[in-house]
């Protein structure tokens, strides 16, 4: 039986590669993203290299946490691989510890990073990436906004007042309730465009939206800027939000909420339920991450672990993001519930992992 002591110096082991993995990428992410965020509002006035690190350092959270299976992979990899080589499993081993009292500290740790991922990462992401839009918004202001047509949300709506109108902006903020760079075209019962309104920021209440800074353009005629304006809708926050919302812009613990109150209004919801689910099954994701990189990294060699061997569990796990960012896809569509999407790699990956090592260590 393993005591507390060395069980502890594994975890403290992995917790200390783990950071030092996640500083890394830290870095490596921030100068990746602030060069392109500078190329990207380049031809924004006034603009300081501080305001564009800022805006970076906000949208930093969100991508880490992507990439939060790939650190808990190359942390375990690098661990169990350290500990070969300083022939420290060796001992532990031939003092009659078995793999699977070895593992232990190194997927409890593995869990306990993945649970602080939901708990603080998530949270920063989520609420930094909000910021971080307004922030870049504002930034761009000063220049002349570009509008990727493939990415710009679209939203239809018809009321009594205006009768039908089309909504459409440059960026989605606030969770969906706020749209930057807005152009409402009111349409006449004849599908002929009457008026154009052009707004930096549009702010949906209950039953209106509040525009700002706001051009007009009616019948082919330039009318006199505003400097606000309202339109009257029958869209409800929540139905907006769900539309334009992206759920990983959402902290884990408002998801739920927001599944109930977008089911209330007979909308699916099935990225936040999708979302949802993934994060509650990332802990247990890195865990079948733990075990993919204990098939390949607790043997041990004399010459040192091989190559081939570590490429293979990289590729494994590279394999199990894949598939599980394949079946999310058709969890967000609707095509397989959500629990299911999230959690059958997940366990599938954990029995493979738990299967091969049994065959590995008890024949």
């Known amino acids: 039986m393993m005591g507390w002591t060395l069980s502890r110096y594994f975890l403290v082991r992995y917790a200390v590669i783990t950071l030092w993995f996640f500083i890394g990428v830290f870095m490596l992410v921030f100068l990746v993203d602030f060069t392109e965020l500078s190329?990207?509002?380049?031809?924004?006035?006034?603009v300081s290299l501080a305001s564009v690190a800022?805006?970076?350092?906000?949208?930093?959270?969100?991508?880490?946490?992507?990439?939060?299976?790939?650190?808990?992979?190359?942390?375990?990899?690098?661990?169990?691989?350290?500990?070969?080589?300083?022939?420290?499993?060796?001992?532990?081993r031939a003092s009659g510890i078995s793999a699977w009292q070895i593992l232990?500290?190194?997927?409890?740790?593995?869990?306990l990073f993945g649970v602080l991922s939901l708990a603080i990462l998530n949270p920063l992401a989520a609420n930094g990436f909000a910021v971080s839009e307004q922030l870049e918004s504002d930034l761009r202001s000063g220049g002349a906004p570009r509008r990727e047509a493939d990415n710009a949300p679209w939203l239809r709506q018809r009321t009594s007042?205006?009768?039908?109108?089309?909504?459409?902006?440059d960026a989605v903020l606030g969770a969906g309730t706020q749209l930057a760079g807005a152009v409402f075209l009111s349409i006449d019962a004849d599908g002929n465009m009457t008026e154009r309104r052009d707004a930096a920021l549009a702010v949906l209440h209950d039953g209106y939206w509040e525009l700002s800074d706001v051009r007009v353009h009616r019948q082919g005629q330039y009318l006199e800027p505003r400097a606000t304006d309202r339109v009257p809708t029958s869209l409800k926050p929540e139905y907006v939000?769900?539309?334009?919302?992206?759920?990983?812009?959402?902290?884990?613990?408002?998801?739920?909420?927001?599944?109930?109150?977008?089911?209330s209004f007979g909308l699916r919801a099935d990225a936040f339920a999708m979302q949802f689910q993934s994060l509650l099954a990332t802990p247990f994701l890195l865990v079948a991450m733990t075990l993919i990189a204990a098939t390949v990294s607790m043997r041990f060699a004399r010459m040192g672990q091989s190559a081939g061997l570590i490429l293979g569990g990289i590729v494994a796990g590279f394999l199990l993001y894949v598939v599980s960012v394949l079946?999310?896809?058709?969890?967000?569509?609707?095509?397989?519930?959500?629990y299911v999407a999230a959690w059958v790699p997940v366990v599938v990956a954990?029995?493979?992992g738990v299967t091969f090592l049994l065959h590995k260590e008890d024949g």
Request: charged residues 20%; neutral net charge.
């Open 241 to 263: 939000a769900e539309r334009l919302a992206r759920p990983e812009t959402v902290p884990f613990y408002e998801l739920p909420s927001k599944v109930q109150v977008a089911r």
């Open 161 to 169: 007042e205006e009768g039908e109108t089309i909504i459409g902006a």
């Open 39 to 46: 190329r990207r509002i380049s031809d924004a006035a006034d």
């Open 350 to 352: 954990m029995f493979f």
């Open 327 to 338: 079946v999310k896809a058709f969890g967000n569509a609707g095509f397989v519930p959500a």
């Open 104 to 111: 232990t500290p190194v997927c409890l740790g593995a869990l």
């Open 54 to 92: 800022s805006v970076s350092l906000l949208r930093v959270p969100m991508i880490m946490q992507q990439t939060v299976p790939f650190i808990g992979l190359f942390a375990a990899m690098a661990t169990l691989v350290s500990l070969n080589r300083k022939y420290e499993l060796v001992v532990a």
